[in-house]
Each structure stands twice: as structure tokens, then as C-alpha cells.
T-cell receptor, first 109, second 115 residues
């Protein structure tokens, strides 16, 4: 099953700009996570937001969650070249994590 | 703490051969998950195992694929009689408890190429 769906599928921005990625999901959740994947590597956990939270910050990352709309957004402020990667949202379903298809972010120098 | 270890990193098999992928979870983690990722796509859940038990194999193809997590040793994902469509990156993740909120720690993956 495919729970989360990110948009856009791909995003290119200039270094220093902010990047926003969105995720929509279908069923009710307990938690939502965002992961990053650099090309050819495994996934790295970025941030987790619980269903009773609306916003969470971690460094240059800001995540929001709107359970009424079943959507979440990931904002990366002051983007850097090293932020170039794919970003996935993930939700819990029956004790396992289901990932969306991801947003491919490319930071232009 | 070495993290989740997967080997081999790269595996090339001819059509019809068997592929064995290994995953050693983080120390203290007894829950293991296998995912498959096709090029330019997200991760698709395959199977969730605890020690000596398959908990959820709803994402596993019905034929040729099997997984185990023995009492001792790594978890093994086995693909028999591989076909070109099996070419993908296979990721293993482990956690101390099922699902969220603990999150998963991922290995670096095994990239299987079937020629």
C-alpha cells in the first residue's frame, strides 16, 4: 500500500532559497516522519511529528501537520548544496512504516 | 554502535540464479523490515520480521521471495531464480519497537543487478 504522496515530484531552487515539500496521506495516523535519501544511499531520519502536534522545528527544518486535511509539509530554510537529495514522508500502518514516492530536491549553485 | 549493516553492497546475478541479501540490525533491535526501491521511486514495504517470526509479509511477492530472521545471525532476504525485474535496491531497517514513534535506522542497502 502507498500511504503518503509527496509533491512536487521534483524541485529545483537556488542555493539560499527555501524549499517546501508537501505530503498527503489517506488514513488516520499516529505519527508522521520525514526522511532524506542521498543518491545511492540509505534513508536518514530527519524529524518525527506526532498526530497531536501541529508544528515542529529542527535546525533549518520546519514540519507542519494538518490532520484534518491529512497533509504535512517540510520546509528547509536557507538551502545549501548539501540539501540536494530525495525527501520522503512516512506514516505508520499496522506497526510498519509506509513511504511516499518522494520529492527530488536539487539545489542550484 | 555499527548501525544497520547490509551486505553485500552490490550483487550481480545472472537470470535464474539465487540472490541472498543479509542484514544485521542495530544492537538491541529485534524488529527488522525489508524494503525494495526501484530507480526513481520510493521504498515499497516487503516484510516485517522479529526474531524467528514473520510478522507481516504482505509486501512480498508470492513466489521466489522468502525472508528469515533466525535466533542467531542476520536477517536474510532470499530471491530464487532471479529475473531482470528483480533488479533494485533492497534496504533493511531495524527498530527496538514496532512502527513509530521510535523510527527506523536504515542500512545502506544492497543493489541487486540481474543480467
Amino acid at each position: 500500500s502507498q500511504q503518503g504522496e509527496e509533491d512536487p515530484q521534483a524541485l529545483s531552487i537556488q542555493e539560499g532559497e527555501n524549499a517546501t515539500m508537501n505530503c498527503s496521506y489517506k488514513t488516520s495516523i499516529n505519527n508522521l516522519q520525514w526522511y532524506r535519501q542521498n543518491s545511492g544511499r540509505g534513508l536518514v531520519h530527519l524529524i518525527l511529528i506526532r498526530s497531536n502536534e501541529r508544528e515542529k522545528h529542527s535546525g533549518r527544518l520546519r514540519v507542519t501537520l494538518d490532520t484534518s486535511k491529512k497533509s504535512s509539509s517540510l520546509l528547509i530554510t536557507a538551502s545549501r548544496a548539501a540539501d540536494t537529495a530525495s525527501y520522503f514522508c512516512a506514516t505508520d500502518e499496522d506497526d510498519k512504516i509506509i513511504f511516499g514516492k518522494g520529492t527530488r530536491l536539487h539545489i542550484l549553485p | 554502535n555499527a548501525g544497520v549493516m547490509q551486505n553485500p553492497r552490490h550483487l550481480v546475478r545472472r537470470r535464474g540464479q539465487e540472490a541472498r541479501l543479509r542484514c544485521s540490525p542495530m544492537k538491541g533491535h529485534s524488529h527488522v523490515y525489508w524494503y525494495r526501491q526501484l530507480p526513481e521511486e520510493g521504498l515499497k514495504f516487503m516484510v516485517y520480521l522479529q526474531k524467528e517470526n514473520i510478522i507481516d509479509e504482505s509486501g512480498m511477492p508470492k513466489e521466489r521471495f522468502s525472508a528469515e530472521f533466525p535466533k542467531e545471525g542476520p536477517s536474510i532476504l532470499r530471491i530464487q531464480q532471479v529475473v531482470r525485474g528483480d533488479s533494485a535496491a533492497y534496504f533493511c531497517a531495524s527498530s527496538p519497537s514496532p512502527g513509530l514513534p521510535y523510527g527506523y535506522t536504515f542500512g545502506s542497502g544492497t543493489r541487486l543487478t540481474v543480467v
